[in-house]
């Protein structure tokens, strides 16, 4: 005779499986930031038994894909078109389909634009699943060193590399670390600003990330910047040390402060 936490459990898979014909599942599922492998047992699983892939950049996702041997439908999310994407993939997860949402590498809604669809998910009462993995954030942030109780993450700075370097000057008088995603010419003007204002002050630079021919450089602004290599075509990761660890003084805030000020009213006139 069954028992009544037999029943109780019973009545709860009943429950799932009438849920699963209502609608769907949304998985958020983290991809590999550099080396294929780096991929999680349930990220594989979830991939291949997905009805859909949603994906930032469908040619990376159709590379990884084949080299884990996962047949599997893929469509593109982004960059353009968003929300009648979003329509789209909304509509097809209200019909039971189960999607999953990926990034081109690493953590997806991490500078990307998946917030919109995951939203939209719990907005309409559909099951949002996350399947953590890689980060380049969190990869650069350990391997650089610096104390991470806690950081400040801000995103992708913008072009052109004055205004990265005046959005990133304004958060250098915090008491923790602070990583941002660079492009090629703003990390060097970064770190030219840096190391000509306040040559002491402790960073870190990392691209390649867990390739073959990964670089994580780490030291003084000043010396890393005479360290660092071609980075043209890369995704930088740019870690700043934090005033804590350096004890970045006011005035050299202030210096650079304006000379980035200076150069961008320059480039204006």
Known sequence: MPTKQSQQNAGAAMTSVSRSHQSG????????????????????????????????????????????????TVTSYGP??????????????????????V???????????????????????????????????????????????????????????????????????????????????????ILKILGDHSPQYSVAVAYDLTKPNEHIIRGTARSVRDRLGPTQGRKVTLVLAGKDETELDDQAVGRAQSLSSRRIKTRKA
């Open 80 to 101: 353009k078109n968003l929300h009648e994407k979003v329509a789209v993939l909304l509509h097809r997860l209200q019909q039971g389909s189960h999607v999953a949402l």
């Open 25 to 72: 599942t949304l998985y958020v599922v983290a991809v590999p930031i550099g080396h294929p492998d780096d991929v999680t047992v349930r990220a594989i699983r979830i991939l291949g038994k997905a009805d859909l892939i949603a994906s930032e950049d469908p040619h990376v996702t159709q590379q990884l894909l084949t080299h884990h041997g996962i047949q599997a």
């Open 103 to 189: 990034s081109d590498c690493g953590s997806p809604l991490i500078s990307d634009p998946g917030h919109l669809l995951v939203t939209a998910a719990h907005r309409h009462g559909i099951p949002v699943v996350p399947v953590p993995g890689p980060s380049a954030v969190i990869a650069a942030l350990t391997a650089a060193g610096f104390p991470c109780d806690s950081f400040s993450f801000l995103g992708q700075l913008p072009n052109p590399p004055s205004l990265s370097t005046r959005s990133l000057i304004g958060s250098l008088k915090r008491k923790r670390p602070i990583v941002a995603f660079c492009t090629e010419t703003a990390v060097a003007h």
